[in-house]
């Protein structure tokens, strides 16, 4: 049984409750992050805890903790998790909600503390041929709300989108907000347009995903053309190559589109260099040689 973390206690994954009243749960009113370790070192984690910060600054919470507490808190539990064997990649899980309320309500309540859990999950390694072998995809309208760019535990717009991808025997769905392509239901999107590997600009339509981040950091540092700009549906039916990234995809490609094949309906030259240059970087962060 998997140890997790519930305000202030590590305790067997069956024994952590909540209240029917915490705001969590009846309004979705908080945050999340996942946070891939490799090794047992943590992928860009000051990163991921600005990207925390940043979405309790936009829902008006708190930090419950300092970067040290959380950093203390997840090597904890990496080190209680050792179920996917020594060494063995993982991911955390941890989300932050306003709190017990004494009654439902939709304003903020006072004086309520947040309610604090952390997890630990198997990340199973990523296989380069089978990764290679790409997945379908569909386009659909961004049903989403305003603030894409908060990580937001309410999550029932990505679900239906993502479900109807799955109805539509695809991975995953591309969205399109007034005609332009913004993310996937749980991912970042990249195109190539002409040898240039391209993605949107982040901003209130999409997640800053930290992957994706560190795909254009990676890019810029061996000399891969890239563009951060806006670009329309009709253009990325266009694309030689569509890719999806996140931290558990890592650096997913598309070879079929709304029924169609991406090109030659292969994964492409720029995902090669892509995908090697990001397994590298892997190996460097086990290391200890980056973060």
Not at 119 to 142: F, S, Y
Not at 143 to 172: F, M, P, T
Not at 231 to 249: D, M, P, R
Request: net charge negative; with cysteine; proline share 5%.
């Amino acid at each position: 049984m998997s140890v997790v973390y519930l305000n202030g206690e590590y305790l067997p994954l069956d024994q952590a409750k909540i209240s029917v009243m915490d705001r969590g749960f009846l309004f979705a009113d908080g945050v999340y992050e996942v946070i891939p370790a490799y090794g047992g070192l943590l992928l860009r984690m000051q990163e991921h805890m600005q990207r925390l910060q940043n979405s309790l600054d936009a829902i008006r919470l708190q930090n419950p903790l300092s970067n040290q507490q959380w950093q203390e808190i997840i090597e904890k539990l990496l080190s209680d998790n050792p179920n996917a064997g020594p060494g063995e990649d993982k991911y955390v899980y941890l989300q932050v909600t306003r709190g017990v309320a004494a009654k439902r309500n939709h304003g903020f309540p006072e004086e309520i503390k947040q309610t604090v859990f952390v997890m630990v999950n198997e990340l199973p390694p990523v296989d380069k041929d089978e990764l290679r072998a790409g997945v379908a995809a569909i386009t659909l309208d961004d049903i989403r709300w305003k603030a894409c760019n908060v990580k937001s535990i309410s999550l029932l717009g990505n679900i239906l989108l993502r479900q109807q991808a799955h109805d539509n025997n695809s991975a995953e769905a591309i969205l399109i907000n007034e005609g332009l392509v913004t993310e996937g239901a749980a991912s970042n999107v990249f195109a190539v347009f002409d040898g240039v590997m391209v993605t949107p600009p982040t901003g209130s339509r999409l997640l800053p995903g930290i992957t994706r981040d560190l795909v254009i950091e990676l890019a810029a540092g061996n000399n891969i053309p890239y563009e951060e700009r806006d670009f329309t549906e009709q253009e990325l039916l266009t694309a030689s190559e569509i890719w999806f990234t996140s931290s558990t995809k890592e650096i997913l490609p598309v070879v079929e589109l709304n029924g169609k094949p991406v090109a030659n309906g292969q994964s492409g030259p720029i995902w090669e260099k892509m995908i090697d240059i990001y397994q590298a970087y892997k190996v460097k962060l086990r290391s200890g040689e980056t973060s």
